[in-house]
Protein backbone atom coordinates (compact mmCIF):
# COMPACT_ATOMS: atom_id res chain seq x y z
CA UNK A 1 0.00 0.00 0.00
CA UNK A 2 1.08 3.52 -1.22
CA UNK A 3 0.06 6.80 -1.22
CA UNK A 4 -1.55 6.45 -4.64
CA UNK A 5 -3.39 3.53 -3.26
CA UNK A 6 -4.68 5.73 -0.23
CA UNK A 7 -6.00 8.49 -2.55
CA UNK A 8 -8.23 5.71 -4.54
CA UNK A 9 -9.51 4.53 -1.19
CA UNK A 10 -10.03 8.24 -0.52
CA UNK A 11 -11.61 8.72 -3.62
CA UNK A 12 -13.90 5.62 -3.44
CA UNK A 13 -14.87 6.09 -0.20
CA UNK A 14 -16.68 9.36 -1.50
CA UNK A 15 -17.92 7.67 -4.42
CA UNK A 16 -17.91 4.27 -5.59
CA UNK A 17 -19.29 4.77 -9.05
CA UNK A 18 -16.67 6.80 -9.92
CA UNK A 19 -15.15 5.80 -13.27
CA UNK A 20 -12.04 4.00 -13.55
CA UNK A 21 -10.88 6.95 -15.76
CA UNK A 22 -11.84 9.54 -13.69
CA UNK A 23 -10.37 7.96 -10.36
CA UNK A 24 -7.14 7.78 -12.44
CA UNK A 25 -7.19 10.95 -13.59
CA UNK A 26 -7.43 12.19 -10.28
CA UNK A 27 -4.60 10.44 -8.71
CA UNK A 28 -2.51 10.83 -11.54
CA UNK A 29 -2.33 7.51 -12.94
CA UNK A 30 -3.14 6.04 -16.36
CA UNK A 31 -6.39 3.89 -16.31
CA UNK A 32 -5.31 0.35 -16.50
CA UNK A 33 -2.44 0.67 -13.25
CA UNK A 34 -5.49 2.50 -11.40
CA UNK A 35 -7.63 -0.69 -12.12
CA UNK A 36 -5.28 -3.15 -11.10
CA UNK A 37 -4.56 -1.26 -8.33
CA UNK A 38 -8.05 -1.16 -7.36
CA UNK A 39 -8.24 -4.96 -7.85
CA UNK A 40 -5.34 -5.87 -5.80
CA UNK A 41 -7.34 -4.19 -2.90
CA UNK A 42 -10.27 -6.09 -3.60
CA UNK A 43 -8.58 -9.72 -3.65
CA UNK A 44 -6.37 -8.66 -0.22
CA UNK A 45 -9.52 -7.46 1.11
CA UNK A 46 -9.07 -3.77 1.79
CA UNK A 47 -11.73 -3.00 -0.16
CA UNK A 48 -14.76 -5.35 1.11
CA UNK A 49 -17.59 -4.41 -1.06
CA UNK A 50 -19.24 -1.43 -2.88
CA UNK A 51 -22.31 -0.18 -1.92
CA UNK A 52 -25.05 2.45 -2.19
CA UNK A 53 -25.90 4.31 1.19
CA UNK A 54 -29.53 5.03 1.50
CA UNK A 55 -31.58 8.07 2.74
CA UNK A 56 -33.26 6.33 6.04
CA UNK A 57 -36.75 8.96 5.64
CA UNK A 58 -36.69 7.62 1.84
CA UNK A 59 -36.99 4.13 3.02
CA UNK A 60 -38.82 4.57 5.86
CA UNK A 61 -36.21 3.68 8.55
CA UNK A 62 -35.87 6.82 10.09
CA UNK A 63 -35.72 5.93 13.97
CA UNK A 64 -32.21 4.39 15.46
CA UNK A 65 -32.44 2.80 18.22
CA UNK A 66 -28.68 1.59 20.83
CA UNK A 67 -29.73 -1.56 22.43
CA UNK A 68 -27.24 -2.78 24.99
CA UNK A 69 -27.95 -6.24 25.80
CA UNK A 70 -26.71 -8.23 28.80
CA UNK A 71 -26.43 -11.31 29.29
CA UNK A 72 -26.43 -14.06 32.52
CA UNK A 73 -25.04 -17.17 30.04
CA UNK A 74 -20.86 -15.82 28.89
CA UNK A 75 -20.52 -19.26 26.56
CA UNK A 76 -19.38 -19.27 23.12
CA UNK A 77 -22.13 -21.74 22.55
CA UNK A 78 -25.08 -19.13 23.38
CA UNK A 79 -22.84 -16.46 21.67
CA UNK A 80 -22.98 -18.56 18.53
CA UNK A 81 -26.59 -18.83 19.16
CA UNK A 82 -27.46 -15.11 19.98
CA UNK A 83 -25.21 -13.70 17.00
CA UNK A 84 -27.72 -16.46 14.56
CA UNK A 85 -30.58 -14.96 16.21
CA UNK A 86 -29.51 -11.48 15.27
CA UNK A 87 -28.66 -12.43 12.15
CA UNK A 88 -31.95 -13.24 11.20
CA UNK A 89 -33.41 -9.69 11.89
CA UNK A 90 -33.01 -7.11 9.25
CA UNK A 91 -33.61 -4.00 11.60
CA UNK A 92 -30.24 -5.14 13.19
CA UNK A 93 -27.39 -2.68 11.44
CA UNK A 94 -24.45 -3.42 13.79
CA UNK A 95 -23.39 -6.00 16.08
CA UNK A 96 -21.05 -5.55 18.64
CA UNK A 97 -19.52 -7.66 22.03
CA UNK A 98 -18.37 -4.83 24.26
CA UNK A 99 -16.02 -4.57 27.09
CA UNK A 100 -17.53 -3.04 29.96
CA UNK A 101 -21.14 -3.27 31.95
CA UNK A 102 -22.89 -3.70 28.00
CA UNK A 103 -21.99 -7.67 26.88
CA UNK A 104 -23.07 -6.61 23.72
CA UNK A 105 -24.54 -3.07 21.80
CA UNK A 106 -27.02 -3.60 18.69
CA UNK A 107 -27.56 -0.45 16.57
CA UNK A 108 -31.33 -1.31 15.05
CA UNK A 109 -33.17 0.82 12.83
CA UNK A 110 -37.12 0.75 12.01
CA UNK A 111 -39.93 2.93 10.80
CA UNK A 112 -41.09 4.13 14.40
CA UNK A 113 -41.34 2.73 18.09
CA UNK A 114 -43.83 0.42 17.58
CA UNK A 115 -41.84 -1.08 15.13
CA UNK A 116 -39.32 -1.23 17.54
CA UNK A 117 -41.27 -3.03 20.10
CA UNK A 118 -42.47 -5.68 17.51
CA UNK A 119 -38.71 -6.15 17.18
CA UNK A 120 -37.55 -6.29 20.84
CA UNK A 121 -40.67 -8.71 21.23
CA UNK A 122 -39.43 -11.29 18.67
CA UNK A 123 -35.80 -10.64 19.48
CA UNK A 124 -36.45 -11.77 23.47
CA UNK A 125 -38.96 -14.36 22.28
CA UNK A 126 -35.93 -15.92 20.25
CA UNK A 127 -33.32 -16.02 23.42
CA UNK A 128 -32.77 -15.87 26.74
CA UNK A 129 -31.18 -12.38 27.46
CA UNK A 130 -30.77 -11.25 31.23
CA UNK A 131 -31.50 -7.50 30.55
CA UNK A 132 -32.18 -4.64 27.70
CA UNK A 133 -31.66 -1.39 27.58
CA UNK A 134 -33.02 1.05 24.81
CA UNK A 135 -31.61 4.34 24.04
CA UNK A 136 -33.46 6.14 21.35
CA UNK A 137 -31.44 8.61 18.91
CA UNK A 138 -32.90 11.94 19.31
CA UNK A 139 -30.70 13.35 16.09
CA UNK A 140 -28.14 11.85 13.77
CA UNK A 141 -25.02 14.66 14.09
CA UNK A 142 -22.16 12.77 12.61
CA UNK A 143 -22.57 9.75 10.03
CA UNK A 144 -20.17 8.77 7.87
CA UNK A 145 -19.10 5.71 6.07
CA UNK A 146 -15.69 6.60 5.55
CA UNK A 147 -12.41 4.90 6.92
CA UNK A 148 -9.45 7.58 8.21
CA UNK A 149 -6.92 6.77 5.95
CA UNK A 150 -4.18 8.13 8.30
CA UNK A 151 -3.54 5.62 10.07
CA UNK A 152 -2.54 3.12 7.48
CA UNK A 153 0.96 1.56 7.71
CA UNK A 154 2.19 2.48 4.01
CA UNK A 155 5.36 1.05 2.24
CA UNK A 156 7.47 4.56 1.91
CA UNK A 157 7.08 6.26 5.63
CA UNK A 158 7.36 10.17 3.82
CA UNK A 159 3.79 9.18 1.86
CA UNK A 160 2.18 9.96 5.89
CA UNK A 161 2.10 13.43 4.09
CA UNK A 162 -0.87 13.47 1.99
Same mark, same amino acid.
Given at each position: ????????????? /??? #????? @????????? #??????????? !? !?????? *???? &???????????????????? #???? $??? *? *??? $???? /?????? !???????????????????????????? *?????? !? &?? @???????? $?? &???????????? &?? /??????? @?
Amino acid at each position: MDRLDRKILRLLQ /EDS #TLAVA @DLAKKVGLS #TTPCWRRIQKM !E !EDGVIK *RRVA &ILDPEKVNTKVTVFVSIRTA #THSI $EWL *R *RFS $EVVA /EFPEVV !EFYRMSGDVDYLLRVVVPDIAAYDAFYK *RMIAKI !E &IR @DVSSAFAM $EQ &IKYSTQLPLEYM &IL /ENAKSNE @D
